[in-house]
């Protein structure tokens, strides 16, 4: 399952989308998406259309910047052994040229997180794009917010982000 994700971060970041546990079923009411059971959060404005909503991730587009935000969760206990950094550094699997512009700690709904920007070229890409990363986990799941634009966008939207971030909560 591993595997599977971090392939599919790695097609979307390509594709300039940023794009698990089966069995919940996800709801979008009045701008806050629930992955029941798993998690929630809000979207940060009329502006960011969904791409995608299921169960276990949400999907969120900006078409003016260009720019994506993702909130995916998977659950297992392979994905939960593992330490939050390396975690957070599969997101970063197959990007070119990283930089990391920013590493550290944070905290996300109340848990310990992984906080990460970086900026790299994504395949099929002549611009370099960045993103920011935050990963947590509990006993049961893996949580992932990633916000990617191109870099000289980036700052245009990362406030939406960061309401973003500030709204997640696990259920």
């Known amino acids: 399952m591993r595997i599977r994700w971090r392939r599919r971060f790695s097609v979307a970041a390509t594709a300039l989308v940023v794009v698990g546990c089966a069995g919940p079923r996800a709801d979008l009411q009045h701008g806050v998406f629930r992955a029941q ?14 791409a995608r909503a299921t169960a276990s991730e949400l999907e969120l587009r900006h078409p003016a ?6 909130a995916n969760v998977e659950c297992g206990a392979e994905p939960a052994r593992q330490e939050l950094a390396v975690l957070a ?3 970063f699997v197959g990007l070119r040229g990283r930089d990391l512009l920013d590493n550290g700690v944070a905290t996300l709904g109340g848990l310990p997180a992984v906080h990460a920007v970086m900026e790299a070229q994504v395949t099929g890409e002549n611009e370099r794009m960045r993103l920011e990363a ?3 986990k509990d006993g049961r799941c893996v949580y992932d917010l990633v916000y990617i ?8 939207r990362h ?4 309401r ?4 997640f909560a696990r259920e």
């Open 159 to 162: 406030d939406d982000f960061q």
């Open 134 to 136: 935050y990963v947590t």
């Open 37 to 50: 059971n798993l998690f929630r959060v809000t979207v940060p404005g009329a502006e960011w259309t969904v």
């Open 89 to 91: 550094w599969r997101l």
């Open 149 to 156: 634009a191109p870099a000289a966008a980036f700052a245009a």
């Open 65 to 70: 910047t260009r720019a994506g935000i993702l």
């Open 164 to 167: 973003f971030v500030e709204s």
